[in-house]
C-alpha cells in the first residue's frame, strides 16, 4: 500500500517553471505510448528539479497532476476569451477584452481563473497553440489522462498519493475512439451553445437594464425642467405685481419676495 501524506501547494513561481519544462522539453518519436509517455515527462522533471528555487519535493505524478489541472483551466479560459473577442464590441481594448472574460469565466466556472501567470506565458507559444487546437486522435492516445479533478481545486491537488506509478490508460480500438470522439465532439457543442445562450441573456437583460435607466434618467430631467420652469413664471408674477393699494404687511412681504429673486438671479451659477 502506497504511504499516502499531504504535500505543499504549488506556487505562482513553480507553476511557471512547471509550464516552462512543458514548453522547452521536446523527445524524439518513439515507439510505444508508454515508453514515450514516461521519457517525456521524464525529461521534463528534469528540467523542474534543474530550475527550481523553492525545497519543495515533487514527482513526476504531481507535476503530471498539475499540468493536467493548469491545461484544463487555461483551455476553458482561451476558450472565453475567444468568445469575447467573436463579439467584436467596438471600444474594447485588449485589457477590456481580458477583464470580461474573467468575468465570463468566473460565472460559468463558479470559480477564478487562477492561472494568469501561466496563461501569460502560453498564450503566444506555438506550442501551446498546437497542443490546444489539434484535432489528431493518435496524439490524443499519448496524452496523459486527465484527473477527476475542477481546476476550481487547484491548490489541493498536491495531497495525492505521491510515491505510486501513473498508469496510462490502454488505446481504445479505432471505431471506439471514433465513437467516443464524436460523443465528445458533442457534449462539447452543447456546452459552448448552452454557454452562448446563458451569456446572450445575460447581455439582453443588462441592455434592457441600461435602457430602463435611461428611460428614468430622461423622465426626472424632464421633471426638473418643469419645476424650473414653474419657478420661473412664478418669480416673473412675483416681479411684475403692482404693491400699491396693498397693506404694509402685504408690501414688506412681496417686497422681500422680490429681494430674493433678484439675490437669485444674481447669484453664480454653480456647474
Not at 505562482?12 to 515508453?35: C, F, H, M
Request: net charge positive; proline share 3%.
Amino acid at each position: 500500500m502506497g504511504m499516502h501524506f499531504r504535500g505543499v501547494n504549488f506556487t505562482p513561481g513553480e507553476d511557471k517553471l512547471r509550464v516552462s519544462a512543458w514548453l522547452n522539453t521536446s523527445i524524439d518519436a518513439i515507439q510505444g505510448t508508454d515508453q514515450k509517455h514516461y521519457q517525456l515527462w521524464g525529461k521534463i522533471f528534469e528540467y523542474f528539479e534543474q530550475y527550481k528555487e523553492t525545497t519543495n519535493e515533487r514527482t513526476v505524478k504531481s507535476l503530471t497532476h498539475r499540468w493536467s489541472v493548469i491545461q484544463k483551466a487555461t483551455n476553458k479560459f482561451c476558450a472565453t476569451l475567444a468568445q469575447v473577442g467573436r463579439l467584436n464590441q467596438s471600444g474594447m481594448t485588449e485589457h477590456d477584452k481580458f477583464e470580461k472574460a474573467k468575468i465570463m469565466y468566473k460565472s460559468l466556472e463558479k470559480c477564478n481563473f487562477q492561472f494568469e501567470h501561466c496563461w501569460n506565458l502560453l498564450k503566444d507559444q506555438p506550442k501551446w497553440i498546437g497542443h490546444a487546437t489539434k484535432e489528431d486522435p493518435k496524439r490524443r492516445k499519448t496524452v496523459s489522462p486527465v484527473p477527476k479533478t475542477s481546476p476550481c481545486s487547484a491548490g489541493t491537488e498536491d495531497n495525492a498519493i505521491e510515491n505510486d506509478i501513473i498508469e496510462l490508460d490502454r488505446p481504445i480500438g479505432r471505431k471506439a475512439e471514433k465513437g467516443k470522439r464524436k460523443a465528445l465532439d458533442k457534449q462539447i457543442e452543447e456546452s459552448v451553445q448552452l454557454r452562448k445562450l446563458k451569456y446572450t441573456l445575460l447581455e439582453e437583460s443588462r441592455k434592457k437594464e441600461e435602457k430602463k435607466l435611461h428611460q428614468e434618467d430622461e423622465r426626472l430631467k424632464l421633471e426638473r425642467e418643469k419645476v424650473k420652469l414653474a419657478k420661473k413664471e412664478s418669480d416673473q408674477r412675483i416681479m411684475m405685481m403692482n404693491l400699491n393699494g396693498m397693506t404694509d404687511i402685504q408690501k414688506q412681504y412681496f417686497q422681500q419676495l422680490q429681494k430674493e429673486i433678484m439675490e437669485e438671479n444674481d447669484a453664480p451659477v454653480l456647474g
